[in-house]
């Protein structure tokens, strides 16, 4: 044997010595990872050097593993030797310093296979390395040979936390996982990822209770080599426990710092709990006002219980100018830009300027095309962190093939985050705008006043809104509303779920599905705003007809329904780390009673897509075809954007 790792050999009192004068070194600088003592990954400050001094040492190198087949790759990929083997050391030094380093690093492989008795030899040229000096004269490629027996399976004897967090109450124990159900336990393979794991999540779970400077006490880990196993012992310092001292704000230089420090959530006095930090964090970004954002927390409490806490935050430039487009062969170009002030008085206020105009191309006279000019300003932190008011002024010309709507609109209300997954809005909006429609009703020409409420509920748990794999978005709303001119009152009501299914664990094939409902009761449609009444068919509606052209077929024409059902299903396939294809179908109906019949029958389309991952999120490419054609839709429809489409 003629490398053995440290433990092998030793009595067992010296074996736990050195792990545990490994487990208390201080951490690694940044550009590295140390475990057990062993560098995991990042690279040797002295192979850096040598990096760059000495002629080329070429080399070949064999890697040969006995004991446990299964863990070659393993302790290849370990192996700074077989990872460079294409690629010359510079000069004898460097071969040297890199084939030293590899005992560090084969040997916290192990460490991480619960290997503890295994042993390594490195020979370049027949001699062992750690004999060899870095001066020895070498051929030109010099052969290297790398061996390393794995030697048998430790499993632990012995698994206690001394001082152990107490459970966590039942709603709240899967904010932190049971060390024991992590490997750290009786007869559990005794990997030195586990005891390590084991004290970062008894220090979690005591922060949870309120300990906020929880730590790591002391640790002895033994390995017991006649029976292959490891006895290992942590002992937690819990703390006292900690309250809310007076957050400070460092950074700030437009915004109100006691403002901030309010919209922190966090009350002086209260019982420190992470989540908070976490929740505030999450509630700052929302403001959308800082480059950076980082909470730190005093290195001790006080006398008084009180643990003091800084919020540090670097501002962004207030202002900001976005464009955008999209594209499709049915709907035409669409252009759009805004202007945005993020902090208008110092407390977040924001601005937001819009203007669009869509439908170049499918017509190329400017009065069938859409415009809209609009406002919005929010006004964060009003009654609670959690609540904004928000107010919205838009002019718009809406050309559709059902109708051209002429309007103004405005509404006001306030926004809140129940939690991370909940929120709520509640707006009152009024309306006025003329519709042309073509149709001989006794008002081909209508105007139309309304006045109401917009209340919703919305869930979401998606990993990620732009690009989901997994979780469910739903979200309910209710519109009551009075129109003056007809003098009916009714009620708009809407229902939308999404799903993501990942199929595979790398989310390489994910399924994906959405549906919609709608009625609207209370009026007859002919004495509706035909914008409240529903239509379907575009890019985020059924792909393969035209923007909003599904309703209720009327002589020429299209108009709205008092009913919608919507479904669509996607198949969603990364064939690599930027591309992706889909595959989709998409159903829709729209019916002309608040409660649909289905005579009407449904619209239905089908296609395939290309996706481009970016940092804003995928880019779409979808073409779809009508599968029920009629005689006014294309007979295959393409779209461009940004985002999966739903």
Request: proline share 6%; with cysteine; aromatic share 10%.
């Amino acid at each position: 044997m003629k490398r053995p790792t440290p433990i092998r050999g030793l009595s067992s009192f010296l074996a736990a010595g050195l792990l545990c004068a490994s487990l208390a070194l201080p951490p690694a600088p940044a550009h590295a990872f140390e475990l057990f003592g062993f560098r995991l990954f990042g690279s040797d400050p002295a192979e850096e050097m040598n990096d760059f001094i000495g002629e080329p040492q070429f080399y070949e190198v064999e890697f040969v593993v006995t004991g446990d087949d299964d863990l070659a790759d393993r302790l290849r990929q370990a192996s700074s030797l077989w990872a460079d083997r294409d690629d010359p050391a510079s000069g004898v030094p460097g071969l040297v310093t890199k084939a030293r380093g590899d005992y560090r690093r084969i040997l916290a492989a192990l460490y991480a296979e619960a290997r503890y008795g295994g042993a390594i030899s490195i020979r370049v040229e027949g001699r062992e390395v750690a004999d060899l000096p870095p001066d020895a004269t070498l051929p030109a490629t010099a052969s290297v040979l790398v061996t390393v027996d794995t030697g048998p399976l430790f499993r632990f004897g012995r698994a206690d936390i001394v001082n152990a967090p107490p459970p966590l109450p039942a709603d709240r124990r899967d904010e932190v996982d049971d060390p024991r159900e992590r490997g750290f336990a009786l007869g559990e393979d005794a990997r030195s990822g586990a005891i390590l794991r084991a004290e970062r999540l008894s220090v979690e779970a005591w922060r949870h209770h309120g300990h906020a400077k929880a730590e790591i006490a002391d640790r002895r880990v033994e390995a017991v080599h006649a029976v292959s196993e490891v006895e290992a012992v942590i002992t937690v310092a819990p703390g006292q426990l900690a309250r809310y001292g007076p957050v400070g704000v460092r950074g700030a230089e437009r915004l109100d710092p006691e403002w901030l420090a309010w919209m922190t959530g966090l009350v002086p006095g209260e019982v420190y709990d992470p989540r908070d930090l976490q929740r505030a964090g999450t509630r700052l970004a929302r403001l959308d006002v800082f480059r950076s954002q980082r909470f730190e927390e005093a290195e001790s409490i006080g006398a008084d219980g009180l643990l003091p806490i800084d919020l540090i935050v670097q501002e962004r430039q207030p202002r900001r100018i976005g464009i955008g487009g999209s594209y499709s062969t049915v709907d035409g170009f669409g252009a759009e830009a805004f202007w945005l002030h993020r902090n208008l008085f110092g407390r977040a206020e924001r601005l937001r300027l819009d203007a669009r105009v869509g439908g170049i191309g499918r017509s190329w006279q400017p009065r069938n095309w859409t415009y809209r000019l609009g406002s919005r300003f929010t006004m964060p932190g009003i009654f609670t962190p959690d609540t904004d008011f928000s107010a919205g002024l838009a002019g718009e010309r809406e050309v559709l093939d059902a109708y051209t709507r002429t309007g103004v609109d405005a509404e006001a209300g306030v926004t809140h985050i129940f939690d991370d997954q909940l929120s709520g809005r509640l707006f009152a909006n009024v309306s006025a705008a003329r519709f042309e429609d073509g149709l001989r009703f006794a008002y081909p020409r209508r105007e139309f006043v309304t006045a109401g409420l917009l209340g919703g509920l919305t869930f979401d748990n998606r990993d990620d809104p732009a690009n989901a794999t997994r979780g469910i978005y739903a979200d309910v709303t209710l519109q009551p509303f009075h129109e003056f001119v007809f003098t009916n009152t009714a009620i708009r009501a809407t229902a939308e779920a999404r799903a993501y299914f990942s199929l595979t664990g790398d989310d390489g094939l994910v399924l994906a599905g959405r549906a919609r409902l709608g009625t609207l009761a209370g009026a007859p449609a002919a004495e509706t705003p035909p914008d409240k009444l529903f239509l379907a068919g575009g890019g985020g509606s059924v792909r393969g007809y035209p923007f909003r052209s599904i309703g209720i077929q009327q002589g020429n024409q299209i108009i709205g329904g008092r009913s919608l059902v919507e479904a669509s299903a996607e198949v969603r396939a990364r064939v690599t780390d930027t591309i992706g294809l889909v595959g989709f179908f998409d159903a829709g109906h729209v019916g002309a009673d608040p409660v649909p019949n289905f005579s009407e029958g449904f619209r239905m389309g089908a296609g395939v897509g290309l996706r481009y991952q970016t940092g804003l999120g995928p880019i779409r490419l979808d073409v779809a075809v009508p599968i029920n054609r009629r005689s006014s839709d294309p007979r295959a429809a393409f779209y461009v954007g940004i985002g999966q489409a739903f």
